[in-house]
């Protein structure tokens, strides 16, 4: 099993809702992020968890907020979005951290729209 | 910082046509260097990679070579179907704060005709 799945596939929320994004793997791998993706351009790192420990967060707003409740399972909580937030976010997986020699395993992606 | 700089799209083409998609890279040493392709409405998927000076990644006809002398891992394939149609990314690893950080390039968009 290589596969990164991620629930849901769209969602659209006001600006006032909470929402969460789910992100799921089972391949044992222990490093886990998310990914920002706006149309036509690359993905952004977002956060990265390393054995269930948040190691990096790229400056991302509070009103983002990942949590990793175990080495399977990755959400982002979502609180008091703007319309700019809007894109496609991206979960991904990788065997160890730190490793530059493993690729990332990508999901599909939650098209999300703040209305 | 490191970086990745790829030719700028969108490349349209024939089918049974060449391709090449160059990227170039800057880097402190030598980073894993990757190739991914995303098609319309999904996420990206890990095409080839490269781990270390001289190694050639393959996959699905495609091929890249990591170039030490010349920073590049230009993207290849003898002969394009209409299906090879999506935006590839070249991307190296780096390392932050004892982490995997994968820094992309812009992307290439191409588009495959029959």
């Known amino acids: 099993d290589t596969e990164v799945t991620q629930t849901p596939k769209h969602l659209v929320m006001g600006m006032t809702n909470k929402k969460s994004l789910k992100c799921e793997q089972h391949?044992?791998?222990?490093?886990m992020y998310w990914y920002k993706q706006k149309a036509k351009k690359p993905p952004e790192l977002m956060f990265v968890?390393?054995?269930?420990?948040?190691?990096i967060n790229e400056s991302v707003p509070s009103r983002f907020s990942p949590e990793c409740p175990n080495s399977s399972l990755l959400n982002l909580h979502l609180h008091a979005l703007q319309p700019e937030d809007s894109a496609l976010y991206l979960c991904?997986?990788?065997?160890?951290?730190?490793?530059?020699?493993?690729?990332?395993?990508f999901g599909p992606g939650t098209r999300l729209t703040v209305t | 910082g490191n970086s990745v700089t790829q030719m700028e799209g969108p490349v349209t083409l024939s089918e049974e046509a060449f391709l090449t998609i160059n990227c170039t890279y800057t880097?402190?040493?030598?980073?894993?260097l990757f190739w991914y392709v995303q098609y319309p409405g999904e996420g990206l998927q890990l095409l080839l990679k490269?781990?270390?000076?001289?190694d050639k990644g393959s996959n699905k006809g495609f091929e890249a070579t990591y170039r030490k002398e010349t920073t590049s891992f230009h993207l290849e394939k003898g002969s394009v179907q209409v299906s090879d149609s999506a935006v590839y990314f070249c991307?190296?690893?780096?390392?932050?704060?004892?982490?995997?950080?994968?820094?992309f390039g812009q992307g290439t968009r191409l588009t495959i005709n029959p």
């Open positions: 968890y390393s054995y269930e420990k948040l190691s």
């Open positions: 391949m044992g791998h222990r490093a």
């Open positions: 991307a190296l690893s780096d390392r932050i704060q004892g982490a995997q950080k994968l820094v």
């Open positions: 991904a997986s990788s065997r160890e951290p730190g490793q530059d020699s493993y690729e990332q395993y």
């Open positions: 490269a781990t270390k000076a001289d």
């Open positions: 880097a402190t040493g030598y980073p894993s």
